[in-house]
């Protein structure tokens, strides 16, 4: 069987990239868009790649890239009128929040910066090697590990304490 074939390629990555994109947009609706731009791509250029076994890191870049495209389109139509609370994500409980909850550490993964939340989903869910990640994202290879290291250390603060923001933590009343 042919490795280029469309219809083995879907039935090979579908499941794969729409995970990836739903983590990403955080939206099913916009995931389900983003899968189908990516292999939309793939029916118009796919037949540019010359060397079959990158098909899946071909897809996940194309895919992390209309993402950020659409990012960058939303963000420039985004009315001025909305609060921050409108954009706000709602906070778990503290009592929710257990060790082994899984659905608190999706939250707290949502919660990320897009670039550490990348990085994680693609290394953790997706197990993808560092080099395939920095192809993915287009990024040299110790940005990543960067990038997974410092998105580890804000999803543990965000496990420990819901109520902190994932930028910065506070800090203490009295100090400079």
């Known amino acids: 069987m042919d490795p280029l074939d469309p219809k083995t390629i879907v039935e090979a990555h579908y499941a794969n990239l ?20 990516t292999f939309y791509l793939w029916a118009k250029k796919g037949h540019q790649l010359r060397e079959p076994g990158k098909v899946k ?5 194309t895919l992390y890239h209309e993402f950020l495209a659409t990012r960058r389109r939303e963000r420039h139509f985004i ?13 778990p409980a503290p009592d929710a929040l257990h060790p082994f909850d899984g659905a608190a550490v999706h939250e707290a993964l949502l919660r990320l910066k897009d670039e550490y939340r990348a990085a994680l989903t693609l290394f953790y869910l997706k197990s993808n ?3 395939e990640i920095a192809e993915i994202l287009g990024i040299p290879i110790g940005t990543v590990m ?19 923001p994932a930028e910065r933590p506070e800090k203490p009343e009295g100090q400079p």
């Open 129 to 131: 090697s560092y080099k």
């Open 79 to 91: 009315s001025d009128e909305m609060s921050e609370d409108e954009h706000a994500a709602p906070q």
């Open 18 to 37: 729409f995970r990836f994109a739903l983590s990403l947009s955080r939206d099913q609706s916009a995931a389900w868009d983003l899968t189908q731009q």
């Open 57 to 61: 890191s071909w897809l996940f870049t």
């Open 146 to 164: 960067s990038r997974i290291s410092r998105g580890k250390a804000e999803l543990r603060k965000l496990l420990s304490d819901p109520a902190r």
